[in-house]
């Protein structure tokens, strides 16, 4: 929903003050009305390029030998941050850096950072982007301001996806809201991948769980086949989880107010009518999702991941009627 690009905005913002402005830094009395600047200014281009030596982005690293980034920011990323800080800013004024994300640290690095925490560099402002605040330790978040970043709701999300050039309906962009947790990213893959017509493939079929229609789940079971298939596979491991989600959500605090698909609120009443419902669904969903992914991961065919999945769904239901 834009954490990572509301903590460069505000980089950008404090590399731009010299400190002495009102609203030059959080929680003084005049904050700025807005984080705005020209992308051709010589600091947003410099910041752009990851060029600016007042500023350093803390992440994952490109492992050279697997040729992706690897799957946790290390300890020899952070001890670049603090050799960072150990330099003097070439112009005496204040030092950023940005940690994205901050769930995405072993413990290793996670415990250097709490150490820079304890005693910042004098100048420096460190920005923590983190999707899942809870897997950072408790100390670290004692240590920081929490800022959260509420998910986007339809209206401004069909706003966002507009100006992205996308066509969507007021009653599509209320379903990409619901089914993206208002991430203006995950709306535009759901939508390039006809995710929202998936998604009420979903519900449709398990209307009739259980004993759903054995063909039907074939069929969209197949359809992350052919070249496009791993995005797809990809999409339709993404939509599953979000339907138990949905319905672990709808046993615990009621149905949503907005549907993601025709038909789901009545779904949503009938298979998560209360929460020991709510607790079945995300058992469940810890259960399958991991096996899915660690056979998506070693290359299994994935029409039998898909069709496993759904299968998997319908027996849990036939378990609860039973």
């Given amino acids: 929903m834009g954490k990572a690009t509301l903590a460069w905005r505000i980089a950008r913002h404090l590399l731009a003050d010299d400190g002495t402005a009102a609203g030059g830094l ?3 009395d005049v904050p700025p009305a807005r984080l705005d600047m020209d992308p051709q200014a010589p600091l947003a281009r410099r910041v752009a390029a990851l060029g600016e030596p007042r500023l350093f982005l803390l992440r994952r690293a490109w492992d050279e030998e697997k040729e992706r980034l690897k799957t946790q920011i290390t300890i020899d990323e952070m001890r670049r941050m603090k050799a960072f800080f150990s330099l003097t800013a070439a112009d005496g004024g204040r030092r950023v850096a940005i940690v994205d994300a901050a769930d995405e640290m072993n413990a290793a ?3 250097a950072l709490l150490k820079l925490l304890e005693e910042p560099p004098a100048g420096a402002v460190l920005l923590l982007v983190a999707h899942q605040p809870g897997r950072l330790l408790p100390t670290i978040r004692s240590r920081c301001r929490e800022l959260r970043c509420r998910a986007l709701g339809g209206a401004d999300l069909g706003h966002v996806l507009e100006e992205l050039g996308a066509d969507v309906s007021p009653g599509e962009a209320g ?8 991430s203006a990213g995950e709306a535009l893959r759901i939508l390039g991948q006809d995710g929202l017509v998936t998604y009420a493939g979903l519900v449709t079929l398990f209307a009739a769980a259980p004993g759903i229609d054995r063909g039907a789940a074939i069929r969209l079971a197949e359809s992350v086949e052919g070249r496009e298939g791993a995005a797809r596979l990809d999409l339709m491991l993404y939509l599953a989880e979000a339907l138990m989600a949905r319905l672990a959500r709808a046993g615990a605090a009621g149905p949503p107010a907005v549907e993601a698909a025709p ?4 779904l949503l009443a009938r298979l998560a009518p209360d929460a020991a419902a709510a607790r079945r669904w995300a058992t469940l969903a ?3 999702l991991p096996r899915a ?3 998506r991961a070693v290359n299994l065919d994935p029409a039998a991941l898909i069709l496993d999945t759904l299968l998997a769904i319908d027996r849990a239901v036939g378990q609860r009627a039973a």
């Fill in 26 to 28: 959080p929680g003084v």
């Fill in 109 to 111: 690095t996670a415990n």
């Fill in 175 to 182: 379903a990409l809201a619901e089914l993206s947790g208002g």
């Fill in 263 to 266: 038909g789901e609120a009545a």
């Fill in 286 to 288: 810890a259960e399958v």
């Fill in 293 to 295: 992914r660690q056979g």
